[in-house]
Structure formats: structure tokens, C-alpha cells
Nanobody, 123 residues
């Protein structure tokens, strides 16, 4: 049984920072990638960032490049998303995902998802 549990969301003013965490349990995905997606009300789920668990290679959406940093802790089996210089348009439910064999921005190619954590940025 794969479990992904996000935490760290909340309400923050524009320009502020938050750090999201995604704790994993169950099956080991050391050969896979892990990623963050987000979904704002009335919009489709979109790719934010992803990391290769073994090699540590990363990818970011253009909208967050330079502001967000993805990382992982192999000992804690936890992935993080440090979000700085937050903007109102970053407001969304943020989901972590895993099980993809390569970094892809297409949600349907990721088989395992967390329940999501709300991030609200006030302007």
C-alpha cells in the first residue's frame, strides 16, 4: 500500500514563503521520480516540479522557476517544496505524486497521489 501525505500548506501573504512536505510510506520508489502538482479552482491540475529520487535531477514549471525549490531526504523518505516569493496566482491545492518512471508534466502518467494541501496567498 502506497501512502503519500502532504503537509505544510496554509495562508501566507504575497511575497512570503512556505515549505511543503510529502511523506511516503509503503512501497519504495527509489527508482522513480516524485513530483508536485497543483490545482486551482476551476482549472486543470498542472505540473509544478519533479525530482528523480536517485539522481536528484529536477524540473520546474516556468511559472515557478527561480522561486520554488524541490528536494528530497532519502533517510526520511520525504520530499519537500520550498516556495519563496509567493504570488496570488500560486493559490491552489498542492498534490504530491509518485510512481512515474520519468519526469513528465502529464498528471495521468503518475499513478500515486496524496490527498493535497491547500496553499492560499493573499495579495
Amino acid at each position: 500500500q502506497v501512502q503519500l501525505v502532504e503537509s505544510g500548506g496554509g495562508l501566507v501573504q504575497a511575497g512570503g514563503s512556505l515549505r511543503l512536505s510529502c511523506a511516503t510510506s509503503g512501497r519504495t520508489f527509489s527508482g522513480y521520480v516524485m513530483g508536485w502538482f497543483r490545482q486551482a479552482p476551476g482549472k486543470e491540475r498542472e505540473f509544478v516540479s519533479a525530482i528523480s529520487w536517485n539522481r536528484g535531477s529536477t524540473r520546474y514549471a516556468d511559472s515557478v522557476k527561480g522561486r520554488f525549490t524541490i528536494s528530497r531526504d532519502g533517510v526520511k523518505n520525504t520530499m519537500y517544496l520550498q516556495m519563496n516569493s509567493l504570488k496570488a496566482e500560486d493559490t491552489a491545492v498542492y498534490y504530491c505524486a509518485t510512481g512515474a518512471v520519468s519526469i513528465t508534466a502529464t498528471p495521468r502518467t503518475w499513478p500515486y497521489w496524496g490527498q493535497g494541501t491547500q496553499v492560499t496567498v493573499s495579495s
